[in-house]
Structures are given as structure tokens and as C-alpha cells.
């Protein structure tokens, strides 16, 4: 009964290739996010989608695709994979969108190595 | 642009001392602010947020933060630690649902 989960928990790849990463969260709620932890702990989010729609898409390299099949799973496909790839990617969901005021609920984190 | 800036990157302390995890922001507008706690290999969860009213904000596990708007600070704390309060504490603010980190101050309590 995870709230927030997250597949695989662990990625090694090797640069060039193609992956993806799975999300889905069962708390009901209308937004979930695309953060990016970097080797100093900075996190970053990457999109943002509320109701299968792109809200929040931030400075990030087109290589990354995110994909809302419905408000409950936002996936996150990766094209050629290069070593500065290499962190923790973290989903998240919230109630609601727009506000700001929401908490966001965190999945366990996705460990991405490109070798 | 907001930043959020966490001073100290690592707080060792003994098992039942106080502790203050330190966090100061910049921004020219009203914020939302938060304070999230990572365990090991686990993702983010809220320990406590201030929205508005009272600026001592009481969360989970004993943690507590007070706002101050001329510091622009939101320091967290909690009287006397446990060692099952050693993780990484990372404070943010939010500003039309757009999340700002910052980079965490592991928090290695001993006993």
C-alpha cells in the first residue's frame, strides 16, 4: 500500500542507451512531479503535471520525455543517456496544483549510474 | 529567483542534546516554507510547514520551526535528539507550486 512508488529502484546503464522510469502514486492526487538529486544532495525539479497535463517544465535537456498516461502514473524516458545523467530521480504527487501550499509526497527514489 | 540556502551540510550531536538545523532564504515576496526529513534510502517526507498565522510552526516527532521575515530565516529544531532522528533535512520554499530546495544538512546523532 506504497503511496508513492517508484521502478526500478536502481538503474546502471551505460551512456547512449535509452531508459525509463516508472511512477505511479495511489493517494488520489491531481499533480505529481520529476525531481533530479545530484551527487551534493541539490534537488531540482524537473516537470511538473496536473491532470495528465504539463504544468512545470524547467530548464531540462530534451533528451528528457515525461509521459502522464493517467493522473495516477507519470513516467519519465530518458534518450541517450550521458554520464552527467547520473543521480537520485525522485517522483512526487500532491492534492492539488497552482497554490504552492500543498505537501508533496515523495517516492523511495530511482538510483540512475550511467557508465 | 528563489534560493534557499542550508549552512551547515553536516550537525553531529550527542543522543538527547538540543538541535538547531539553520535555513535562510531569499525572496522579495511571500513564501511557503517547509522542512523535509530523507531517512536512508527513502524519499522525502514533511516533518512541518508555514503557510501563514502563528510563526512558531510545532511539526512531527518533536521538530518545531519559527519564521522570521526580517531574518528571511526558518530554522528547525527539537530540544533533545534520538538516534532515530539521524537522516538528511532539507528546508524549501514554495512560490506558485514551484519547489525550491535546498542542499540538506545531514543531521548524525550519537550516542
Known amino acids: 500500500d506504497t503511496a508513492v512508488s517508484q521502478t526500478p529502484k536502481y538503474l546502471v546503464t551505460q551512456m547512449g542507451n535509452d531508459k525509463s522510469i516508472k511512477c505511479e502514486q495511489n493517494?488520489?492526487?491531481?499533480?505529481m512531479y520529476w525531481y533530479k538529486q545530484d551527487s551534493k544532495k541539490f534537488l531540482k525539479i524537473m516537470f511538473s503535471?496536473?491532470?495528465?497535463?504539463?504544468?512545470i517544465n524547467e530548464t531540462v535537456p530534451n533528451r528528457f520525455s515525461p509521459k502522464s498516461p493517467d493522473k495516477a502514473h507519470l513516467n519519465l524516458h530518458i534518450n541517450s543517456l550521458e554520464l552527467g545523467d547520473s543521480a537520485v530521480y525522485f517522483c512526487?504527487?500532491?492534492?492539488?496544483?497552482?497554490?504552492?501550499?500543498?505537501?508533496?509526497?515523495f517516492g523511495p527514489g530511482t538510483r540512475l549510474t550511467v557508465l | 529567483a528563489q534560493s534557499v540556502t542550508q549552512l551547515d551540510s553536516q550537525v553531529p550531536v550527542f543522543e538527547e542534546a538540543p538541535v538547531e538545523l539553520r535555513c535562510n532564504y531569499s525572496?522579495?515576496?511571500?513564501?511557503?516554507l517547509f522542512w523535509y526529513v530523507q531517512y536512508p534510502n527513502q524519499g522525502l517526507q514533511l516533518l512541518l510547514k508555514?503557510?501563514?498565522?502563528?510563526?512558531l510552526v510545532k511539526g512531527i516527532n518533536g521538530f518545531e520551526a519559527e519564521f522570521n521575515k526580517s531574518q528571511t530565516s526558518f530554522h528547525l529544531r527539537k530540544p533533545s535528539v534520538h538516534i532515530s532522528d539521524t537522516a538528511e533535512y532539507f528546508c524549501?520554499?514554495?512560490?506558485?507550486?514551484?519547489?525550491?530546495f535546498g542542499s540538506g544538512t545531514k543531521l548524525n546523532v550519537k550516542p
Open positions: 503535471y496536473n491532470n495528465k497535463e504539463l504544468i
Open positions: 493517494l488520489g492526487h491531481d499533480t
Open positions: 508555514y503557510l501563514s498565522g502563528s510563526t
Open positions: 525572496s522579495s515576496v511571500s513564501v511557503y
Open positions: 512526487a504527487s500532491s492534492q492539488v496544483s497552482g497554490a504552492g501550499t500543498d505537501t508533496q509526497y
Open positions: 524549501a520554499v514554495s512560490k506558485i507550486n514551484k519547489f525550491y
